[in-house]
């Protein structure tokens, strides 16, 4: 044992390092498992103390944070050399002036009446700051979540027509917030990872349209009767074949509203590439454009019906109640919620979508990191909280989070000024809005989302990046326009959900062969493993050299799992059949060969195979495998035994490479790899078969506390397990497990004592 000890470069148990090897060659057991994912008292109260980010950055909190959550622009007007020339604009009032606009004509994309956007605007600065892990971010009504509210509003009422808008709005606040607040705590945002970016392009894109046409009918004033809560295309239809019903006043002041957006912002843009130097006057300039407009039409609607209050010329918001009317326990009714139950899930998503995208990039603009799951939190909890003012579904918003962050901001304070802003137009702007033109605000609508549309440039990057890609955004926004939002989502994401499977299922595996690298002589130079197929498109001009004859290195390319483990292992088996020869003894008696394996054929004793080698050993690189399943493990198995026949009276040895995984090892360990002798048991009959030269006893049972087995050898001979290692080991070389010394660090590691192995046994 002294000398095996010594072979295997093992140490004394009083060295230290003994015990460390020990301890990393221990097989993890579910008693480990449990200790890890379940938290201990201190863990736990850490996590409460986490869902409070504000507690960590409060009492650091200064006048210097007050005042760049206060003024905006005011790190431009410190370094600008003329900063007189810069109008001090207070940040509340800046996002608070277009949070107004915007939370009404949202709310009008809801289907409900305008005050209820107010409300929600106002929550989302109250509440949100209290979970923010962005500083950037403003939650409120938003384009696209509007719009599945109000869509959800209205088939619902098809069926209960007497029950309000209102009440179907805050029953799908609750639930939706309910159900995003479970997931945060949880911690489950890493599942927003699984929706790729070709189908947040497609939903947005789509999205945008679909509001687009559906404001086109208030913008023009159109008297038809026709629906523009239908699919897109047949709004756009409508719409256009409607055009004669166009009221000239309406159409005046909403087309008008709009080519003055555009007008301003492309001024702003001009001016700002001039000069370069006044470009955060023109950011804020372009930032208030949608408050100058309103405030504009407002102003000319209040002139011309100043005196026909009851008979206005062009249709007009009216009357806004003031104060907070609506506030209460919010009334939930099982039969609506079993009505929009199936809506739930896209409605989730697109409340996830956007904020967990919008935190994201503005946390890589601005050199911080966002906690995904305790966004979820925030959004959740406003969203919960909400309707007991009246509010309805809230989320991020891209346009104001834009202004926010450039304005900047220092912490998620900002957002009570917002929400103190807009207070005051809840109790003291309301007459002002009674004379807001429909037309104009479908205009500012229109203005507002038509960024979401994406360019043409965007699409044909996706398609050099990955064809597929583009293809998804291509359906996705085809089902969009065609059906729903809600289904163009479904369809994107599960065909982006299939694309992965089959590239996973289907991943190539690769054949290795060894190169030297380096200058100088071979001392001087390190190994390198190649694939031998150069399909990969890999123009790497070296020579590879295979290893010794009989011995194959098989590198996995992305997981080893149920899904891809036949795809692997056949191709695997087949090359090997093709460039090994069978032994000369099969261990079959005359008769009782299988008829599965009849043997060579005539074609085969034709061929002349006496120069191929004989099957020794097998290297397969793990580095691309975090976990295997029994499935995976069972098809290894089958393998293992159907190339042992091939190569009997000698068993195939087999070599794992870059295994780091624990359960992994612990897997393999108990399908009987990892030993000079493989167990040749099948995980799901538990068999041992009769022929081999060892026919041992298990290994050590980790979960059961086992610590040694015996091993009986062909002559009856019984040796111990030391460790789970066979004692008649007698060879180690570089770096490996000490209980395992077929689990190597790297390929060169494996090959080393794979030669070691077979010049030390010449019968193999």
């Not at 003031?322 to 209460?328: I, N, Y």
């Not at 834009?402 to 702007?429: E, F």
């Not at 030391?722 to 000490?738: D, R, W, Y």
């Amino acid at each position: 044992m002294m000398a095996v000890k010594k072979c295997l470069g093992l140490q004394d148990p009083v060295n230290p390092l003994h015990d460390k090897l020990n301890v990393r060659d221990r097989d993890p057991t579910v008693v480990d498992w449990l200790n890890e994912v379940c938290p201990s008292g201190s863990q736990l109260l850490q996590s409460i103390v986490r869902l409070f980010p504000f507690l960590q950055w409060i009492e650091h909190y200064n006048l210097q944070w007050f005042i760049g959550d206060l003024i905006a622009g005011i790190h431009f007007c410190q370094t600008h050399p003329n900063p007189w020339l810069i109008t001090r604009v207070d940040l509340g009032a800046t996002i608070g002036a277009v949070v107004v606009p915007q939370g009404i004509g949202y709310a009008k994309l809801a289907n409900l009446p305008l005050h209820y956007g107010l409300y929600t605007s106002f929550m989302g600065g109250v509440v949100y700051w209290l979970f923010a892990t962005s500083k950037d971010i403003t939650i409120g009504p938003v384009a696209v979540m509007s719009t599945v509210v109000g869509s959800i509003i209205v088939d619902v009422q098809t069926v209960y027509p007497d029950i309000p808008g209102s009440e179907i709005a805050v029953s799908i606040a609750v639930i939706c917030g309910g159900i995003v607040t479970f997931m945060g705590l949880a911690r489950l945002g890493f599942i927003i990872d699984f929706i790729p970016l070709p189908s947040i392009t497609s939903f947005m894109t789509g999205s945008a349209i679909t509001i687009c046409a559906g404001q086109v009918k208030s913008l023009l004033g159109e008297t038809a009767d026709f629906s523009t809560r239908g699919s897109t295309y047949q709004v756009i239809i409508d719409s256009l074949r409607y055009l004669p019903s166009s009221q000239g006043y309406d159409a005046a002041m909403g087309v008008c509203a709009l080519i003055t957006l555009y007008a301003i912002r492309a001024a702003c843009n001009y001016g700002a590439r001039q000069l370069p130097r006044r470009a955060k006057l023109f950011f804020f300039i372009g930032a208030l454009r949608t408050v100058f407009v309103i405030l504009l039409f407002t102003m000319v609607s209040a002139l011309v019906n100043l005196h026909r209050r009851h008979d206005p010329a062009f249709a007009i918001v009216g009357h806004i109640p003031q104060g907070f009317k609506h506030a209460g326990i919010p009334k939930l009714r099982a039969k609506v919620i079993k009505e929009f139950a199936t809506k739930l899930p896209a409605s989730v998503i697109v409340l996830l979508l956007e904020h967990i995208a919008v935190s994201k990039s503005f946390g890589r603009i601005n050199n911080y990191t966002i906690d995904p799951s305790q966004e979820l939190i925030a959004i959740g909890v406003t969203n919960l909280l909400g309707p007991f003012i009246g509010a309805y579904s809230a989320t991020g918003s891209f346009s104001r989070s834009a202004i926010q962050s450039k304005s900047g901001v220092r912490t998620p304070l900002a957002g009570l000024i917002t929400a103190c802003v807009v207070l005051v137009a809840i109790y003291a702007l309301t007459n002002v809005l009674y004379y807001v033109p429909h037309a104009s605000l479908s205009g500012v609508i229109i203005h507002a989302v038509g960024d979401l549309i994406v360019a043409p440039n965007t699409i044909y990057q996706f398609w050099l990046i990955s064809p597929l890609d583009a293809v998804i955004f291509a359906v996705g926004l085809v089902v969009a326009i065609t059906n729903t939002i809600p289904n163009s989502i479904y369809v994107s994401v599960c065909i982006s959900l299939l694309i992965l499977l089959f590239r996973h299922a289907k991943a190539p595996g690769y054949f290795l062969a060894r190169a030297w690298v380096g200058d100088g002589d071979r001392d001087d130079q390190r190994p390198v493993f190649l694939p031998l197929d150069k399909r990969d498109g890999d123009g790497t001009d070296v020579k590879l050299e295979s290893p010794r004859p009989g011995v194959f290195v098989y590198r996995f390319s992305e997981g080893f799992n149920y899904p891809n483990a036949g795809h692997y292992l056949d191709p695997m088996v087949q090359e090997i059949l093709k460039n090994t020869r069978r032994a000369d003894s099969q261990g079959y008696v005359k008769g009782d060969r299988p008829w599965n394996d009849p043997g060579p054929g005539r074609k085969e004793n034709e061929m002349d195979t006496s120069q191929l080698p004989l099957l020794r050993a097998i290297v397969l690189d793990f580095s691309a495998v975090n976990n295997v399943d029994v499935t995976s493990v069972q098809c290894l198995i089958d393998v293992r035994d159907q190339l042992n026949l091939r190569a009997a009276p000698v068993e195939v040895q087999w070599h794992f490479a870059h295994v780091s995984n624990r359960w992994t090892k612990r897997a393999l360990t108990a399908a009987g790899f990892g030993y000079p002798s493989p167990l040749a048991m099948s995980v799901v009959q538990g068999r041992v078969p009769d022929s081999g030269t060892c026919s041992r006893g298990s290994p050590p049972d980790v979960e059961a506390g086992q610590k040694g087995a015996t091993c009986k050898e062909s002559d009856g001979h019984v040796k111990s397990w030391e460790k789970g290692l066979c004692s008649h080991t007698n060879q180690s070389v570089g770096l490996k497990s000490s209980t395992r010394p077929f689990f190597h660090v790297d390929l060169a590691s494996a090959l080393e004592s794979v030669d070691v192995y077979l010049a030390g046994n010449p019968a193999a």
